[in-house]
């Protein structure tokens, strides 16, 4: 579904033609821009001033432009003589559907315990493989990465697991259609299937090709919303006076930002997306987020902008976490420091983090501290306190961070350089910005001293560390409505089945073209020939793979079926996730059941909320409800060893 991006094919009139686009106007309107929402824009237009000199010859058109040295011989075919490009107008010639950004992104594929019906044997076939709606789950993070113009992409994963991911990225259909370049593998030897997420990145081989800022994903997201307003919010909002940092000019730099941090510090955002409403399960894990209003803007962000959305995040842990405190406490207790700093908190419980980051390089050496183990709990809720309490931030070990070392003041240089040298605010340099300087100014004595000095800092200045100033981290809440794009963690055999049926009610880009989610599948039968007549498919909700064959009598509504799966006579499945290479035996009725790859289900079996193991063969027959069938392993009694009815719930 992806193809790569081509210049546009321009129909050539039969006499001389030149085509141009008025640059000057173009450069109106990026200015015109900037001024207004992008102090800090990366993007230039992607138009490109073009001047084409048409030879004389029939009408035709163009796939991709030539060199004029290729040209000469084609002059009988209407190709272009001379291409003339506007240096001052950049293109961005990528396949995706945004410019590169300058960001790495890296997926977390992680053991997958609560899948384990699926994934008991991680080498063979790991979490990030689980089909979603016929897709391997990781395509759904790779792809938003590509819909996000993000092309330095690396999967992380257990050493264990990293053969059979390789594998499927170069034979599974749906991760071979990818744009290139091709995601990397990192397998570093230290990483287990119980390593934290804060503490893989203290393991050297993650550390070193971290380069830049980065975008943390889960190899479980499945998001419709794209990056692209997430990304253009962090670099307004968030940015530095070092635009995007490479890690490396950042240790070298002595100035602060008017944010508190050194040239080029920034904050980071998160996503928290709400738990009800499509796609949701009961008993779905939740999280606690406690968050302040941003300062009004000059220019409201325009309807449908994710800045309407964005906040501070002052507090963030588990919902299991807050009720554990609670119940030891017996009250939820509040430090009074927030209330100071921030008088109106909101507070939310039903939200779920999406793991969605987007950090500043800094944040590596954050993770350093040996006591954050996860990100979502250690990283994201201690910097979150640790713009408000004060303290925190130096146990955090945050001041070495984000201010290095103390430097010594050039000799050439005087304390009323550098006090100049910090008071420049940027925004201030704007007619529609509002200055931030007040930030930082300092009080008029520290100002009096900094002036009468012509030696560097008082030795009393040098004994009482400056106040440390934490760059703040957002959060943007999803909204709550039926219009909103899905955003889901398919981290549960629940959530599993949940989010597969509600991708199959997508309208196939077959139906409605460009109007398609990004999500959608091409088609919703796409082996129509295999599908028998007299049978009852719902195709509004229901998706059927390559080299499927359904036989008469066969009644499927709301169900999923992977690739090469035979449906025998008279079946009835309803609510229902098959993987690649099930069969169903003859009059067999499944509701609300998900079957692993290679299973058989035998005739007349009658199962309800069941999940069938991979390669498991369930006899002919068989009645049950809400039951695991797995396969026992270290059996002595090789007639139990095949067979395992294991409890999922009540068994009514």
């Not at 990004?518 to 796409?526: D, E, F, G, Q, W």
């Not at 009694?637 to 009540?650: F, H, K, S, T």
Request: negative net charge; hydrophobic residues 35%; contains cysteine.
């Amino acid at each position: 579904m992806f193809m790569r991006s081509k210049m546009s094919n321009h129909t050539l009139a039969d006499s001389k033609t030149r085509v141009v686009e008025n640059s000057d106007n173009l450069r109106a309107a990026d200015a015109e821009a900037t001024r207004h929402d992008h102090p800090c824009r990366q993007f230039p237009s992607a138009i490109t001033a073009i001047t084409i000199t048409e030879t004389q010859s029939e009408p035709t058109t163009t796939d991709s432009p030539r060199r004029p040295e290729e040209t000469d011989g084609h002059k009988e075919r209407g190709i272009p003589a001379v291409i003339d490009v506007d240096p001052e107008v950049v293109t961005m010639p990528h396949p995706q559907s945004m410019p590169a950004t300058g960001f790495q992104a890296l997926i977390l594929c992680g053991p997958g315990v609560s899948l384990n019906t699926f994934t008991s044997n991680p080498a063979e076939f790991p979490k990030a493989l689980i089909p979603v709606a016929n897709r391997p789950m990781v395509w759904y993070p790779l792809d938003w990465c590509y819909r996000l113009g993000v092309t330095a992409i690396h999967l992380i994963t257990p050493p264990s697991a990293a053969p059979a991911l390789s594998s499927a990225l170069s034979t599974d259909p749906h991760l071979t259609s990818l744009p290139v370049p091709r995601p990397s593998i990192l397998a570093p030897e230290g990483l287990t299937q119980n390593t934290g997420t804060a503490e893989l990145f203290r393991l050297p081989e993650v550390r070193a090709i971290v380069a830049g800022d980065f975008i943390v994903l889960p190899c479980d997201l499945i998001s419709e919303l794209g990056g692209e307003g997430l990304l253009e919010s962090w670099v307004i909002l968030q940015a530095g006076l070092g635009g995007v940092t490479d890690g490396r000019g950042i240790r070298n730099s002595s100035r602060k930002s008017i944010n508190g941090e050194r040239g080029g510090r920034r904050g980071g955002i998160g996503v928290w997306y709400e738990t009800r409403g499509e796609g949701s399960v009961k008993g779905q894990e939740t999280d606690f987020i406690a968050t302040v209003a941003l300062l009004p803007r000059p220019i409201p962000p325009p309807p449908g902008s994710v800045m309407a959305n964005l906040s501070q995040l002052v507090m963030a842990m588990p919902t299991d976490t807050l009720k554990d405190k609670i119940e030891k406490k017996g009250t939820f207790s509040i430090r009074k420091s927030l209330l100071q700093k921030h008088p109106r908190v909101r507070m939310l419980m039903t939200q779920r983090d999406a793991h969605i980051y987007f950090f500043p390089y800094w944040v590596l050496d954050m993770m350093r501290y040996e006591k954050l183990d996860s990100i979502s709990e250690d990283v994201i809720g201690w910097w979150a306190k640790s713009t408000w309490q004060d303290g925190l931030g130096d146990k955090l070990g945050l001041r070495e961070v984000l201010e290095g070392p103390a430097r010594s003041m050039p000799e050439d240089s005087t304390a009323s350089d550098v006090y100049r040298e910090e008071e420049i605010d940027l925004a201030s340099l704007s007619s529609t910005k509002v200055s931030r300087l007040q930030i930082s100014t300092p009080r008029k004595d520290q100002t009096t001293a900094l002036f009468a000095s012509r030696v560097g800092d008082s030795e009393v200045a040098k004994e009482t560390p400056s106040k440390l100033v934490v760059p703040n981290v957002l959060a943007y809440v999803h909204p709550f409505n039926e219009s909103a794009p899905l955003i889901r963690r398919v981290d549960t055999t629940a959530l599993l089945l949940a989010v597969s049926l509600y991708l199959a009610k997508l309208e196939s880009v077959e139906d409605v073209g460009p109007a398609a989610s990004p999500l959608a599948h091409s088609s919703k039968i796409a082996y129509p020939a295999g599908v028998a007549q007299k049978t009852t498919i719902t195709k509004s909700d229901c998706l059927l793979a390559d080299n499927v064959t359904v036989d008469e009598r066969a009644v499927i509504k709301q169900t999923v079926i992977g690739a090469n799966c035979k449906i025998e006579k008279g079946v009835r499945l309803t609510r229902c996730l098959l993987m690649d290479g099930v069969v169903i035996g003859e009059r067999c009725q499944l509701d609300g059941c998900i079957i692993g790859r290679r299973s058989r289900i035998g005739k007349g079996s009658v199962l309800r909320d069941c999940e069938v193991q991979d390669g498991f063969i369930v006899p002919d027959g068989a009645e049950a409800k809400n039951e695991n069938f797995m396969v026992f392993e270290g059996l002595d009694d090789e007639d139990d060893v095949g067979i395992e009815l294991g409890g999922n719930g009540d068994d009514d």
